[in-house]
């Protein structure tokens, strides 16, 4: 979210902040027929309750197809777009290695195609997020990859077989 708002000259704290905190009572709520604290209904009342951003809460809203909350501003198309897609890359780098480094579009194309593979991912919205956002796919996944890269240690995505620099 962050590089992406870079990307756009948007508000990269407010970009990063909403994908930080969209699915923030996803393990204590997560039951989403629960139509009062069901997730994001949760996390987005207590925003609200903290006088957050309305685009924060309602980016946060759009997330979630369920409660029909159309998503229309560039934040909200990307946190879509890059929502199941950096979870996807998460696991991929799980598995490498060299984690998420030299991590190439084409093996994660490659892994999108066993349904086995990080089977909670939705393929569907991964593909789907990046044509809403009207991005070519390859440039997408390759732009996602490269923003992780850079906070390659925080996130934990070295491997084993690549040292620290
Ligand atoms: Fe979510």
Redesign the pocket.
């Known amino acids: 979210m962050r590089a992406y708002a870079r990307r756009n000259g948007a508000d990269e704290e407010l970009w990063g902040v909403t994908g930080l905190l969209?699915?923030a009572d996803?393990e204590r709520f997560s039951d989403m027929d629960d139509g009062v604290n069901g997730?994001?209904r949760s996390i987005m009342r207590h925003l609200e309750e903290l006088d957050a951003p309305p685009e924060m809460v309602r980016g946060i809203a759009s997330?979630?197809d369920f409660l029909g909350v159309s998503r229309d501003s560039d934040m909200e198309k990307t946190l879509f777009a890059v929502?199941e897609l950096s979870g996807f890359l998460t696991a991929c780098a799980y598995v490498r290695p060299e984690g998420i480094v030299g991590l190439t579009p084409k093996s994660v194309k490659k892994k999108l195609k066993q349904p086995s593979f990080a089977a909670a991912v939705n393929r569907d919205d991964v593909r789907n997020g990046a044509e809403e956002l009207g991005v070519d796919f390859d440039e997408h996944v390759a732009f996602v990859i490269a923003a992780l890269e850079e906070r390659v240690d925080e996130l934990g995505l070295r491997g084993s077989a690549s040292t620290a620099s």
């Open positions: 969209h699915d996803y997730h994001p997330h979630a929502d």
